[in-house]
């Protein structure tokens, strides 16, 4: 199989056209006041060379510099959780998922970090997304004390292409996707548990149609390339636990993506949470009160205090 770095690699390259531009522009890509910056300098292989865009709904596009927004509770338990939000790798949907996920987990005692990712057609190429998780983790971990948290309690949770984010960072956090900047690198990107919340995960037929493969992949990609990006292809034993749920309605993402996922993390002898609903659609953040997909966060504090990470 081919290695991930390695289907990456063009994309990258055709990214590096870009960092002139970057440089030319350091501040118009800038990350907002008291946001955590994950890159010294130009993130590897570039970014989107205009100013960032926010929509009315809080949708973020040409995403400059990546970035970490930090929700610190009141009084921190020591879990902290990395959200990646969705839009199909085409915007960064922060205003429906990332957000009141943070103040949601906030309210629990954990620490919460908003991750803004860089998006692969808008100049950082296809490893633009996965490098920013892996930094991400890692610079969450590095600063664990600062923030009172406990560095072997950090797990990643996403929405969506989100999601696909989150699962392609757990299933190989130690993949050489950049040429390591400073002494950051050096820690552990792997999340301790991942959470998978109607996500994307394959690249494989029937389950190809959605706008992140697209984005990430075009429409008539090669047999490698989908491989390299089908999370549950990439599972092995040294997963982390993970807990998934999806809508069977889903219109989106099919739920086949979350059989699959489950499948291969049970042959991979790795513990995994799946609830499966029957209405939900697709898109529902926290969950409409009185829907089914409410329940998601009730479930998700169970199972992370089954496993030992949330204490009662």
Known sequence: MMALHSILREGAQRGLLFLCLILLKQHAGAAPPGAIVLWPGAPPGGAAPGPQRDSAKGAITQVGQPYLIVHRPAQPNGMAILLA???????????????????WLQTQGITAFELVYRLP????????????????MRVIRARAAEWRIDPARIGMLGFSAGAHLAGMTAVQPDAAL???????DAVSARPDFAVLLYPVLTMQPPFDTTQ???????????????????????????????????????????????????????????????????????????????????????????WLRTRGWLAD
């Not at 085409?90 to 205003?95: F, L, S």
Request: aromatic share 6%; glycine share 14%; no cysteine.
């Open 178 to 184: 950049y040429a390591p900047v400073d002494a950051l």
């Open 212 to 302: 992140a493969k697209r984005q990430l992949l075009g429409r008539h990609p090669a047999q490698a390339a989908r491989d390299a990006l089908s999370v549950e292809r990439q599972a092995d034993a040294r997963a982390p636990p993970m807990f998934i749920a999806q809508a069977l309605d889903d219109g989106i993402s099919p739920p086949g993506n979350s059989v699959l996922m489950a499948a291969a993390l049970r042959r991979a002898g790795v513990p995994v949470e799946l609830h499966q609903f029957r209405h939900g659609g697709h898109g529902w953040g926290l969950g409409q009160p009185g829907s089914e997909p409410a329940a998601w966060p009730r479930l998700l504090l169970a």
């Open 121 to 136: 057609q808008e100049g950082g190429g296809v490893a633009a997304p996965f490098q920013d998780g892996q930094r991400a």
């Open 85 to 103: 939000s969705g839009g199909g790798y085409a915007r960064v949907e922060a205003g429906k998922e990332s957000g009141p996920a943070a103040a």
